[in-house]
């Protein structure tokens, strides 16, 4: 979910994640020394202020961890090579032909805040109609949405259930929806969906991101990062985002120290923390 369309995190922010930032999800996983937090900080951080002119910082950090802790460093320089790659071409309005139309596949829509009352904002609705023409491209596709309490005047809705309520509707199977209500950042959008996703439906392998066209690059990163570190090996690609559709919105940026900031956040190895971002 991102809060609002132009949005950077906060200094709180960076200074909280710079203080508890960690590496990988499960606890099955090594937890790694304070030193190997520290360069993963000051990789991501780095690449966010400077983009590729940081990049051969980003190599000397990477053989760093990897002296350091070389299962980590692995991981992490998958993640910083889809950082590098830039952003994806956008899929407007529906989904390429060509993807598996079966239950290895769900599409993610994305939450966006809701109004003060619990009621959907026109964006979120937006990205709704795109996620209503995706279903019906892959009709068995299992379809997530992601999002959660926002609502400033009623603490009771959540923008998974709003969302998921508007597209029963519209006539998608309840037993193909997938409810994730507790997320508040996009961070925690693929953190909740892909633990949701293991449990509920594990034969899932691939992934459509639905949201507006400005949210793709980031929630793309997101859930293929948190799909690294989610792992059992650093080399497997036990699920992965194939493809995307977009909502065209008439405004709003997330710049690459958003995606840093919740890179970090996806690090952290407190599942529920919550990171103040900036909505200015």
Known sequence: MDRIRKATPSFLLLTVLLLCAGCGRKEALPVPTREARAIIEEMVL??????????AHIDELLRQLSAVDAECAMRWGRIMKLWQEGEPAINYDTLPEGLPDTDEL????????????GSMRDELIARLEVALRCAAQYPNAFVVCTGGGTAAEDKSATEA???????????????????ENRSLTT?????????????????VKALAIISSDYHIATGKLLFDAEA????????????????????KAPSGSLPPMFQAGALLELSEDRDSAFYPYDES
């Open 187 to 203: 961070a925690q959008n693929a953190m909740y969906s892909l633990a949701l996703l293991a449990e509920k439906t594990p034969q």
């Open 46 to 55: 780095d690449y966010g202020g400077y983009g590729a002119e940081a990049n």
């Open 161 to 179: 259930e709003e969302m998921a309520d508007w597209l029963m509707k519209q006539g998608v199977s309840p037993e193909r929806l997938l409810i």
């Open 228 to 247: 690294i570190l989610r792992a059992r090996k650093p080399e497997d690609e036990a699920i992965r985002v194939v493809s995307h559709a977009a909502w």
């Open 106 to 117: 769900a599409l993610v829509v994305l939450g966006y805040q809701l109004n003060p009352d």
